[in-house]
């Protein structure tokens, strides 16, 4: 079975400063990972995924996210926050060798303060 | 460029009477066609999903139901709604085939349905 955790509800962090959103998953096969972000009354946008290479995967509006295999993780980062980037991150996976479609995380709320 | 519709945009219904929500995707052959339910802001709860007309796979069971008459429409539907049914609907696309499976999805706006 797989699953993914987002172990944060909430997420605060001052503008300009560096910022994480954390994600864990579990599969038996090899993971297919992906970070959306969603705004108020709005659909998901897809951020950046992670299928197979450099564990470094770069994306949209500055957004990059390492896979960590030995941790099972797939935690978000920024370098420097924007008062913009406030919203609804999601993580997703799905298993390489699971019929399955994406299972996305319960949703990190990430707010940052001018 | 592709585009993904959906209506309406919200919608508020009685306790009982039927519903009919739309998806259709522009600018893409055969997609993969998905119906998320939303509750309270959070978690995604996949519904359903559709590699091609008239095929429908139900991730849970419940009081709703899925369509694919054409190849970039999408419909969810109940015959008669239940207050648990409140939610924001996401419909969403992936390209075609198996590999859709392994690719993003693109979603649409949303249908913020209040059963009352």
């Known amino acids: 079975a797989q699953s993914v955790a987002q172990p944060e509800d909430q997420v605060n962090v001052a503008e300009g400063n560096p910022l994480t959103v954390k994600c864990t998953y579990s599969v038996s096969g090899n993971p297919y990972l992906f970070w959306y972000v969603q705004y108020p009354n709005r659909g998901l946008q897809f951020l950046l995924k992670y299928i197979t290479g450099d564990n470094l995967v770069k994306g949209s509006y500055g957004f990059e996210a390492e896979f960590n295999k030995s941790q099972t993780s797939f935690h978000l980062k920024k370098p420097s926050a924007l008062v913009s980037d406030s919203a609804l991150y999601f993580c997703a996976v799905r298993d390489s060798g699971s019929a399955r479609q994406l299972t996305f995380g319960s949703g990190t709320q990430l707010t940052v303060l001018p | 460029s592709q585009t993904i519709h959906q209506w309406p945009a919200t919608l508020v219904q009685p306790v009982g009477s039927p519903l009919s929500l739309e998806c259709t995707v522009e600018?893409?052959?055969?997609?993969?066609l998905y119906w998320y339910r939303q509750a309270a802001g959070r978690g995604l709860q996949l519904l359903f999903y559709?590699?091609?007309?008239?095929?429908i796979s139900s991730e849970v069971p419940q009081n709703l139901s899925a369509s694919r008459p054409q190849d970039r429409q999408f419909i969810l539907s109940s015959k008669k709604l239940l207050l648990s049914d409140s939610g924001f609907y996401l419909c969403?696309?992936?390209?075609?085939?198996?590999?859709?499976?392994?690719?993003?999805?693109?979603f649409g706006p949303g249908t913020r349905l209040t059963v009352l």
């Open positions: 600018g893409t052959s055969n997609p993969n």
């Open positions: 559709s590699v091609g007309i008239g095929q």
């Open positions: 969403a696309w992936s390209i075609p085939g198996l590999a859709g499976g392994y690719n993003e999805q693109f």
